[in-house]
């Protein structure tokens, strides 16, 4: 299974594309966080809600662009049954290629925390910053960024076009993150409190520096559940488009 990991996380960064999406990542995020208006110096507080209030939805597309490949690219090549004769289970395989992508979304992150120290620098006194914010902001999107993998590797799977595994990607992981909210809107929706079932609103508990264990919960037994699906569907091979 390590072999799989490092394999998921070399190839992303031995490839242009791989370091243009983290490029263009850290280009957006950068500007939106410090330049445009609504940045953290317009508000005047020693934290950075501004940034983990967009990270997520940069991770929506980010994150798919990552793992549009995983499968629909073995399946493209016809390799995926030759990895399947290698001496490693379907779980192993699944794993192995979620857990680089996932390791890739944490080194993607470790370059922000350069906002933090420049956070820290600016603040009166020095290193004066809400590092409870921080801290829970940041736990907050690694468990959000799995999910997002999770879902995205689960598109992937299922076609052997990366274009539409990208797309489908994309559409799952706006319908958990936004899809409950969107449905509260209308009031029979409302009255059932379907925003609780949404990662939206257990990102959003975590970040606020309350790490829940009904929130903990939540992230991993979504997690299990759409790995559930993906080991029926590499199982079955089922669906392939």
Not at 109 to 121: A, D, G
Request: aromatic share 18%.
């Amino acid at each position: 299974m390590w072999a799989i990991v490092q394999k998921e996380y070399h190839s992303f960064f031995s490839s242009f594309i791989g370091l243009g999406l983290m490029l263009a990542f850290y280009m957006l995020t950068g500007l939106y966080t410090w330049v445009f208006e609504g940045n953290v110096l317009d508000f005047g507080f020693a934290e950075l809600s501004v940034f983990f209030e967009l990270a997520p939805w940069f991770f929506l597309f980010f994150i798919p662009a990552l793992s549009m490949r995983l499968f629909s690219e073995e399946y493209a090549l016809k390799t995926y049954d030759l990895l399947r004769s290698l001496p490693v289970s379907d779980w192993d395989i699944l794993m192995g290629k979620v857990i680089g992508t996932f390791a890739v979304v944490l080194t993607s992150l470790v370059p922000t925390l350069f906002f933090v120290y420049s956070l820290s620098s600016l603040g009166s006194p020095v290193a004066n910053y809400d590092s409870t914010l921080i801290l829970g902001g940041y736990i907050s999107i690694c468990l959000l960024g799995l999910a997002f993998v999770c879902l995205s590797a689960l598109a992937s799977s299922l076609t052997n076009k990366q274009a539409l595994a990208f797309v489908l990607g994309v559409a799952f992981n706006f319908v958990f993150w936004q899809g409950p909210q969107e449905l509260a809107l209308i009031p029979f929706f409302a009255s059932l409190d379907v925003d609780l079932y949404s990662l939206n609103f257990h990102y959003r508990n975590i970040s606020k520096g309350v790490l829940g264990l009904a929130d903990i919960a939540y992230f991993a037994g979504f997690n299990l559940v759409v790995l559930g699906l993906l080991l029926f569907r590499l199982k079955r091979n089922l669906f392939k488009v």
